[in-house]
């Protein structure tokens, strides 16, 4: 049973524009939320993040939105760069101090110049 | 420079055989993960290690076999038991608490 989904395999935008990446979860008790990039053949890095308790969080470009009754996060770059092209992943952690994250499948994002 | 090693990049192992997969953090932290990552399947938790000499299970632990003997190494075993064992495996580390976690760039395995 997948608790994080990602349903768009794939996003295709513009640069300049915006991209919004988007990541549903079925766990009420997650309580931090977060995004990761991942270009091939390499690990993930860190991009941003939001606790339960926000509803907003906002890092130069980078602005992710938590809507809790629908059990909704999204990621809005803006603007995109052609630089912007990876595999965005949403990640959510169930709590207690294990720091255990699930992952959702990944979003290809790919900025056409 | 501080960060998370993790070698080789690419393992080529015949099926059959057991094979471990190294993962070293020189940045101090306490926790050390193992994730898999499968086409269309995001990462899943292997093993994760909150202290030395101490490790638990996580999603999809069967067939995969950890020590955890000093605070910065973390190798993976990857036991003739797993059934599919050819994916990318990732490591990663952080200090306790709200923090997230910081990923090597990972190991390319394929059993044939």
């Known amino acids: 049973d997948q608790q994080v989904k990602q349903n768009s395999p794939s996003l295709s935008v513009q640069e300049g524009r915006i991209s919004i990446l988007n990541c549903d979860y079925t766990?009420?008790?997650?309580?931090?939320f977060l995004w990761y990039k991942k270009y091939p053949a390499e690990g993930p890095t860190f991009l941003i993040s939001?606790?339960?308790?926000?509803d907003k969080n906002e890092d130069g470009r980078f602005t992710v939105f938590l809507n809790k009754s629908a059990k909704h996060l999204s990621l809005h770059i803006v603007p995109s760069q052609p630089g912007d092209s990876a595999v965005y992943f949403c990640?959510?952690?169930?709590?207690?101090?294990?720091?255990?994250?699930?992952f959702g499948t990944g979003t290809l994002l790919a900025v056409q110049p | 420079d501080g960060g998370i090693t993790q070698s080789p990049k690419y393992l080529f192992r015949k099926e059959g055989q057991n094979v471990t997969l190294s993962c070293e953090q020189n940045?101090?932290?306490?926790?050390m993960y193992w994730y898999r990552q499968d086409p269309g399947q995001g990462l899943r938790l292997i093993y994760y290690?909150?202290?030395?000499?101490?490790?638990q299970k996580g999603d999809i632990a069967e067939g995969y076999s950890v020590s955890r003997e000093k605070k910065e190494s973390f190798p993976l075993t990857v036991t003739s038991a797993q059934k599919n064992p050819t994916a990318f495996y990732l490591c990663?580390?952080?200090?306790?608490?709200?923090?997230?976690?910081?990923f090597g760039n990972g190991t390319r395995l394929t059993v044939t």
């Open positions: 940045l101090n932290h306490d926790a």
């Open positions: 990640a959510a952690r169930s709590g207690g101090a294990t720091n255990k994250l699930i």
């Open positions: 990663a580390s952080t200090e306790r608490g709200y923090s997230p976690l910081h």
């Open positions: 939001i606790s339960s308790i926000k």
């Open positions: 290690s909150q202290i030395v000499n101490d490790f």
């Open positions: 766990n009420s008790m997650f309580d931090y």
